[in-house]
């Protein structure tokens, strides 16, 4: 069984940064794929951004060059760099886990990929 926890979660103003972690647990979490995933009140959770083993990133049109994706060396945790937030990027972001692989090899962003979540940590972004 793996284990997620999520932090780093917090209140920013418009264009700020803030900074999430997952750290996993609990074997063979190193061979999965990783990713985040954001609820918003009232929408659906959406795939964010996901991350191989071998640190091949994906990422939502949404948050393209913005977000940044890394693991640290031993996969142990991974992180979700948030630049120019928006108040549209204002919600409950969650950490997941699975062999979650999509057609062409890389991991993907659909909700139903993965097995694994963390209780989630919310980010609030004022005007």
């Known amino acids: 069984q793996v284990q997620l926890v999520e932090s780093g979660g917090g209140s920013v103003q418009s264009g700020g940064s803030l900074r999430l972690s997952c750290t996993a647990s609990g074997p063979p979490y190193k061979r999965y794929c990783m990713a985040w995933f954001r609820q918003a009140p009232g929408k659906e959770r959406e795939g964010v951004a996901s991350i191989k083993s071998d640190g091949i990133p994906k990422y939502a049109e949404s948050v393209q060059g913005r977000f940044s994706i890394s693991q640290d060396n031993a996969e142990i945790t991974i992180y979700l760099q948030m630049n120019g937030l928006e108040p549209e990027d204002t919600a409950m972001y969650y950490c997941?886990?699975?062999?979650?692989?999509?057609?062409?090899?890389?991991?993907?962003?659909?909700?139903?990929?993965?097995?694994?979540w963390g209780q989630g940590t919310q980010v609030t972004v004022s005007q």
């Open positions: 997941a886990a699975g062999l979650a692989f999509d057609s062409g090899g890389g991991c993907s962003l659909r909700n139903n990929a993965y097995t694994f």
